[in-house]
């Protein structure tokens, strides 16, 4: 994407490379898209794997429409993947979370990104296009990007994993507890297998920050959890 917005800064892109530089586990899959800019996969596995996950509900709007702060990072990680990892066989899975139950969106390395969307407007676009912000199905559709990205033969030769995610982390679904609990099965096996997990911009009311730090510690993985105010992300460096 040739008009993707670049870091304002030397910290964040030093950390995006740290984070590339560590991350661990891995999956891809064969997963039919409805959508014609979809890559065709190569058999090989993957070195690095990011799956970002975007909420595209109403309540998380702001941080996504306009020059939302979760939009500008979701832009920023992509380009600087492209940039950093020039010529390294990585995969980016992007995913939506909102109030379908079709969460995955994209899978590819960063380079065909780049390719199948001329500019970072055209693929909000195609992000929007494809979400419900009536409805927030946030647990369950996180985990069927992380059981995507764990179930492939594939995924326990790759290197490294990161799983991002920009949302409030407010889910709205009756079975809220059920799907609760199977993210954080889901998060338990991704962390065995290598992976880290980075939240930004969750609610602080209701305090959903302490809730998923708790999860993390339960789920056995490492992880950040940036509330809503916070000022900056802060992209994992283990």
């Known amino acids: 994407m040739?008009?993707?917005?670049?870091s304002s800064t030397a910290t964040?892109?030093?950390?995006l490379l740290a984070l590339m530089?560590?991350?661990g586990c891995t999956r891809v899959s064969e997963n039919e898209s409805q959508n014609s800019t979809s890559p065709i996969l190569l058999e090989e596995a993957?070195?690095?794997?990011?799956?970002l996950v975007l909420d595209t509900s109403g309540s998380f709007a702001p941080f996504m429409l306009n020059d939302g702060k979760a939009w500008n990072l979701a832009t920023r990680i992509v380009d600087g993947m492209f940039r950093a990892r020039q010529g390294h066989n990585d995969q980016l899975v992007i995913a939506q979370v909102s109030g379908n139950d079709s969460p995955l969106l994209w899978q590819g390395k960063p380079q065909q990104l780049r390719q199948a969307f001329s500019s970072a407007s055209d693929f909000r676009a195609f992000v929007l296009g494809k979400s419900d912000m009536k409805g927030s199905r946030i647990y369950d559709g996180i985990s069927d990007a992380v059981d995507f990205c764990l179930n492939d033969s594939r995924a326990k030769k790759s290197k490294r994993a990161a799983l991002l995610i920009c949302s409030d982390m407010i889910d709205t679904t009756p079975n809220?507890?059920?799907?609760?609990?199977?993210?954080?099965?889901?998060?338990?096996?991704?962390?065995?297998?290598?992976?880290v997990v980075a939240m930004y911009w969750v609610?602080?009311?209701?305090?959903e920050v302490s809730r998923w730090r708790r999860?993390?510690?339960k789920a056995g993985i490492k992880g950040i959890v940036e509330s809503s105010?916070?000022?900056e992300p802060t992209l994992p460096k283990w």
Request: proline share 4%; no cysteine; charged share 20%.
């Open 2 to 6: 040739t008009s993707l917005k670049r």
């Open 46 to 51: 993957p070195e690095d794997m990011v799956i």
């Open 12 to 15: 964040l892109m030093a950390s």
């Open 203 to 207: 609610s602080v009311h209701p305090d």
């Open 176 to 195: 809220r507890e059920q799907a609760e609990t199977r993210l954080i099965q889901s998060l338990a096996t991704f962390g065995k297998q290598g992976g």
């Open 21 to 23: 530089a560590l991350l």
């Open 215 to 217: 999860n993390l510690d």
């Open 229 to 231: 105010i916070a000022h």
